[in-house]
T-cell receptor, first 116, second 111 residues
Framework: EAQVTQNPRYLITVTGKKLTVTCSQN?????MSWYRQDPGLGLRQIYY???????DKGDVPEGYKVSRKEKRNFPLILESPSPNQTSLYFC???????????????FGPGTRLTVL | GENVEQHPSTLSVQEGDSAVIKCTYS??????FPWYKQELGKGPQLIID?????GEKKDQRIAVTLNKTAKHFSLHITETQPEDSAVYFC??????????FGDGTTLTVKP
C-alpha cells in the first residue's frame, strides 16, 4: 500500500531534549516536506526537499533541522525543543514532473508533539 | 514570498446546498493550485487540483475555478452531504518551490 509513515504519532518531551521525528514514503517520490499545523494558522511549511541531499527552508524553519540521505526518508530534528514548538506535524511526499512541478502531496497521519 | 488568503474560515450549509470557498494568492510564479480535505484526526487528502493553464476543472460534485489575472481560485461543492463536513485547505505552489497553504475553512453540513 502506497503510504507515508511517521513515528512517533504522539510525543511529550521537555524543553531542550533533542528529538527526531521520522518520515518514510514507499512511492519513490522525489519531493518531501514537513509542515506544522496550529489552530487558525493552517499548514505552514518547515522544510522541503526536492531530492536526495537537496533541502530548502520553508516559511518557518527556525529551530528545526532536516536531512535527506535516502530518497525514502526525511527525518525532522529538533535539537533543543521549546514550548512554542508544541504542534501537530505532518510529513508529505510528492512526485516531481519533468519541469520540476510538484504533483499531489500525500500526507502522513501526523505527529502530535508537546514540549513542556 | 507567496501569500495565500482563504475565506471564509467557517462555513455552515444545509444538506443539499452548495458551498463555495475562495482563495487568493500573490505570487504570479505559482502555477499549481490543489485543494485538500482534512477529516478529524487525519492528514490532509487531495480532493481536486488545477494548473495555471486551465480555467476550470470538475470531478462529480466538486469543481475548481482559477482566474490567473485576478490571482484567485475557488472550490465549489454542489449537493453537499454530511460527509463533506471537514476542514478544507487551498494551496499555491510554483515549480520546484515552497508550498503555501491557506489557513483553512471548516465546513459543516447540517442534515
Amino acid at each position: 500500500e502506497a503510504q507515508v509513515t511517521q513515528n512517533p504519532r504522539y510525543l511529550i518531551t521537555v524543553t531542550g531534549k533533542k528529538l527526531t521525528v521520522t518520515c518514510s514514503q514507499n512511492m519513490n517520490h522525489e519531493y518531501m516536506s514537513w509542515y506544522r499545523q496550529d489552530p487558525g494558522l493552517g499548514l505552514r511549511q518547515i522544510y522541503y526537499s526536492m531530492n536526495v541531499e537537496v533541502t530548502d527552508k520553508g516559511d518557518v524553519p527556525e529551530g528545526y533541522k532536516v536531512s535527506r540521505k535516502e530518497k525514502r526518508n526525511f527525518p525532522l530534528i529538533l535539537e533543543s525543543p521549546s514550548p512554542n514548538q508544541t504542534s501537530l506535524y505532518f510529513c508529505a511526499s510528492s512526485r516531481l514532473g519533468t519541469s520540476g512541478n510538484t504533483d499531489t502531496q500525500y500526507f502522513g497521519p501526523g505527529t502530535r508533539l508537546t514540549v513542556l | 514570498g507567496e501569500n495565500v488568503e482563504q475565506h471564509p474560515s467557517t462555513l455552515s450549509v444545509q444538506e443539499g446546498d452548495s458551498a463555495v470557498i475562495k482563495c487568493t494568492y500573490s505570487d504570479s510564479a505559482s502555477n499549481y493550485f490543489p485543494w485538500y480535505k482534512q477529516e478529524l484526526g487525519k492528514g490532509p487528502q487531495l480532493i481536486i487540483d488545477i494548473r495555471s493553464n486551465v480555467g476550470e476543472k470538475k470531478d462529480q460534485r466538486i469543481a475548481v475555478t482559477l482566474n490567473k489575472t485576478a490571482k484567485h481560485f475557488s472550490l465549489h461543492i454542489t449537493e453537499t452531504q454530511p460527509e463533506d463536513s471537514a476542514v478544507y485547505f487551498c494551496a499555491a505552489i510554483p515549480n520546484a518551490g515552497k508550498s503555501t497553504f491557506g489557513d483553512g475553512t471548516t465546513l459543516t453540513v447540517k442534515p
